[in-house]
């Protein structure tokens, strides 16, 4: 039995083999595989070419729904641990905790100069009383508080509370303290002729902030360089007076000074800060610029396998916003860390730039955080809303800035000689502002002068249209262009959610993070930077 079995297959597969080396005419082809059929070899190549054409679809679907994981479902995809949601994690805890020392220093910073300028105020300026405009009007008010300036100057050390010392040839011919007088022309201090624009009084004190001990840090030396404007440029018999006050700071330079040790530790710190940045820049740039490449592929593919083009809309999804908006934060907390620095060391005393960049970068992180609750369907609910929203919200604020415009020139224009609200454009912006979520109503309506019938009359019906306007109809239009888009949303879920090319495409993948599928033998050869997904 055996045997026959033997010469049974052998002669099968020999027949197999005749019919395989047979020319189609000499074997009957015509009437077997029809006139226009293939070879078989060509059936098998065809199935084969298929089979591979298959196989690389299956692979970008992987690919992609790789891609567009979270980072929970990637770890049970490849087992990589999620090193960017860990760092990102960190980097939320380091930036807030770098920004609070920053805002501690910085307020003591701050007080200290603003109490000095108040002292300062009432030391120099005659007569000065705490949030009252000062200002002259005869010449002999003018000479006399040019008088009583230099008089308090030069007792400044038998009659001040505080210890200031002066600094010696930073005026006009290496002066101590300058008179300056500007004019049109040659001339006296004489309002009579008309000619002067403003008189100045320049001179700089140092000061010692032994605040800073408190912060185990070392005291800082200022230098205030005080200037007093005696205002003319108006010509209209009022002479404005003011006084400015800017600080330069520096480290005081005692030997018998410690506490750089602390110092050192607040660098360090910022150092680690501005590099845990850098890594995470390194880490979203990537992303990106993995998502650019995946895109690529996936539209290479729908134009040769498939013959068809890919819409914008799916192109869009391969690009992270959430990774710009990190990359953003983390550019700007690096360049604040080093500015940082340097106002710790005393090199620099740039507090402002240096606040805008911690403080704006702290709110990107902290806006980030989002990305990480949208993977939560409960949590994702207000992103989803304000992205249907955004565009007919954009829209509508066109609409609504132009008619804003319109009163803010306005009210410029007609109200401004007659109400301290209104002197400006910038102050009517703000005041209009207010009135939309009103606030100073009643106290808008009381400051407006009685300057003629006419422009009262029009600043009722100016002040009253506006407010008619913008909280009865476009506020509200504004509300419920934000709840169309909730009630959409909420509907959605309960109805066949439009899908995307992208999604569909996508979706056929059936394998789950669990499958073992997303394994690959690259990634034993992955670079560190790799690895951090």
Same mark, same amino acid.
């Given at each position: @039995?055996?045997?026959?079995?033997?010469?049974?297959?052998?002669?099968? !597969?020999?027949?197999?083999?005749?019919?395989?080396?047979?020319?189609?005419?000499?074997?009957?082809?015509?009437?077997?595989?029809?006139?226009?059929?293939?070879?078989?070899? +060509?059936?098998?190549?065809?199935?084969?070419?298929?089979?591979?054409?298959?196989?690389?679809?299956?692979?970008?679907?992987?690919?992609?729904?790789?891609?567009?994981?979270?980072?929970?479902?990637?770890?049970?995809?490849?087992?990589?641990?999620?090193?960017?949601?860990?760092?990102?994690?960190?980097?939320?805890?380091?930036?807030?905790?770098?920004?609070?020392?920053?805002?501690?220093?910085?307020?003591?910073?701050?007080?200290?100069?603003?109490?000095?300028?108040?002292?300062?105020?009432?030391?120099?300026?005659?007569?000065?009383?705490?949030?009252?405009?000062?200002?002259?009007? =005869?010449?002999?008010?003018?000479?006399?508080?040019?008088?009583? =300036?230099?008089?308090?100057?030069?007792?400044?050390?038998?009659?001040?509370?505080?210890?200031?010392?002066?600094?010696?040839?930073?005026?006009?011919?290496?002066?101590? /303290?300058?008179?300056?007088?500007?004019?049109?022309?040659?001339? %006296?201090? +004489?309002?009579?002729?008309?000619?002067?624009?403003?008189? *100045?009084?320049?001179?700089?004190?140092?000061?010692?902030? $032994?605040?800073?001990?408190?912060?185990?840090?070392?005291?800082?030396?200022?230098?205030?360089?005080? %200037?007093?404007?005696? +205002? #003319?440029?108006?010509?209209?018999?009022?002479?404005?007076?003011?006084?400015?006050?800017? !600080?330069?700071?520096?480290?005081?330079?005692?030997?018998?000074?410690?506490?750089?040790?602390?110092?050192?530790?607040?660098?360090?710190?910022?150092?680690?800060?501005? &590099?845990?940045?850098?890594?995470?820049?390194?880490?979203?740039?990537?992303? $990106?610029?993995?998502?650019?490449?995946?895109?690529?592929?996936?539209?290479?593919?729908?134009?040769?396998?498939?013959?068809?083009?890919?819409?914008?809309?799916?192109?869009?999804?391969?690009?992270?916003?959430?990774?710009?908006?990190?990359?953003?934060?983390?550019?700007?907390?690096?360049?604040?860390?080093?500015?940082? $620095?340097?106002?710790?060391?005393?090199?620099?005393?740039?507090? +402002?730039?240096?606040?805008?960049?911690?403080? =704006?970068?702290?709110?990107?992180?902290?806006?980030?955080?989002?990305?990480?609750?949208?993977?939560?369907?409960?949590? #994702?609910?207000?992103?989803? *809303?304000?992205?249907?929203?955004?565009?007919?919200?954009?829209?509508?604020?066109?609409?609504?800035?132009?008619?804003?415009?319109?009163?803010?020139?306005?009210?410029?224009?007609?109200?401004?000689?007659?109400?301290?609200?209104?002197?400006? /454009?910038?102050?009517?912006?703000?005041?209009?502002?207010?009135?939309?979520?009103?606030?100073? @109503? &009643?106290?808008?309506?009381?400051?407006?002068?009685?300057?003629?019938?006419?422009?009262?009359? &029009?600043?009722?019906?100016?002040?009253?249209?506006?407010?008619?306007?913008?909280?009865?109809?476009?506020?509200?239009?504004?509300?419920?262009?934000?709840?169309?888009?909730?009630?959409?949303? @909420?509907?959605?879920?309960?109805?066949?959610?439009?899908?995307?090319?992208?999604?569909?495409?996508?979706?056929?993948?059936?394998?789950?993070?669990?499958?073992?599928?997303?394994?690959?033998?690259?990634?034993?050869?992955?670079?560190?930077?790799?690895?951090?997904?």
């Amino acid at each position: @039995m055996a045997s026959s079995s033997y010469t049974c297959i052998q002669d099968s !597969a020999t027949e197999k083999d005749r019919l395989l080396s047979s020319p189609l005419g000499s074997y009957g082809s015509r009437d077997l595989l029809g006139s226009g059929s293939l070879h078989p070899a +060509d059936l098998v190549g065809s199935e084969h070419s298929q089979q591979q054409e298959e196989e690389e679809k299956e692979a970008l679907r992987r690919k992609l729904k790789y891609f567009f994981m979270s980072p929970c479902d990637k770890y049970h995809a490849k087992g990589r641990k999620p090193f960017k949601l860990g760092l990102q994690l960190l980097k939320i805890i380091i930036v807030t905790v770098q920004l609070v020392l920053f805002g501690l220093s910085n307020q003591m910073v701050v007080t200290f100069k603003e109490d000095n300028t108040a002292a300062f105020k009432h030391l120099f300026l005659k007569g000065y009383r705490d949030n009252i405009p000062q200002a002259i009007h =005869t010449q002999k008010e003018l000479y006399s508080h040019i008088n009583f =300036t230099i008089e308090q100057y030069l007792a400044l050390p038998q009659i001040s509370l505080g210890r200031y010392a002066y600094v010696l040839g930073v005026g006009v011919n290496g002066s101590a /303290l300058s008179l300056c007088q500007r004019y049109y022309r040659r001339g %006296t201090i +004489d309002p009579v002729n008309d000619t002067l624009i403003n008189v *100045t009084v320049d001179f700089q004190l140092k000061a010692i902030n $032994i605040q800073t001990i408190i912060n185990n840090e070392i005291p800082d030396c200022y230098t205030f360089a005080v %200037t007093i404007v005696m +205002d #003319n440029k108006a010509h209209s018999g009022k002479v404005k007076i003011a006084l400015q006050n800017q !600080a330069s700071i520096k480290e005081c330079k005692d030997p018998n000074v410690s506490g750089h040790a602390e110092s050192y530790a607040r660098e360090f710190f910022d150092v680690l800060v501005a &590099f845990v940045c850098l890594l995470s820049l390194l880490l979203c740039g990537r992303s $990106i610029l993995r998502g650019f490449l995946l895109q690529h592929e996936y539209v290479q593919f729908f134009k040769n396998r498939l013959g068809r083009s890919v819409s914008w809309g799916d192109r869009l999804e391969f690009i992270n916003g959430w990774y710009i908006l990190l990359i953003v934060s983390d550019i700007f907390t690096i360049i604040g860390s080093f500015i940082k $620095i340097g106002i710790e060391s005393k090199n620099l005393s740039s507090y +402002d730039v240096c606040g805008i960049l911690l403080g =704006t970068s702290t709110l990107l992180v902290w806006v980030g955080v989002i990305r990480y609750l949208s993977f939560f369907q409960k949590y #994702n609910i207000l992103i989803v *809303t304000l992205r249907a929203a955004f565009p007919n919200v954009i829209r509508f604020c066109c609409c609504a800035a132009a008619i804003y415009l319109g009163y803010c020139f306005c009210g410029w224009i007609v109200l401004g000689p007659y109400h301290t609200k209104f002197r400006s /454009l910038s102050m009517v912006s703000e005041c209009l502002f207010s009135l939309i979520n009103g606030d100073d @109503m &009643f106290v808008t309506f009381a400051e407006m002068e009685q300057s003629g019938t006419l422009v009262w009359i &029009f600043s009722q019906v100016y002040l009253y249209t506006f407010i008619s306007l913008f909280i009865y109809m476009v506020l509200s239009l504004f509300i419920a262009l934000i709840t169309g888009a909730y009630d959409t949303i @909420m509907a959605q879920t309960q109805e066949q959610v439009r899908v995307t090319d992208l999604s569909v495409f996508i979706a056929e993948c059936m394998d789950t993070p669990s499958s073992g599928k997303f394994r690959g033998p690259e990634g034993s050869s992955c670079s560190f930077l790799c690895c951090c997904n």
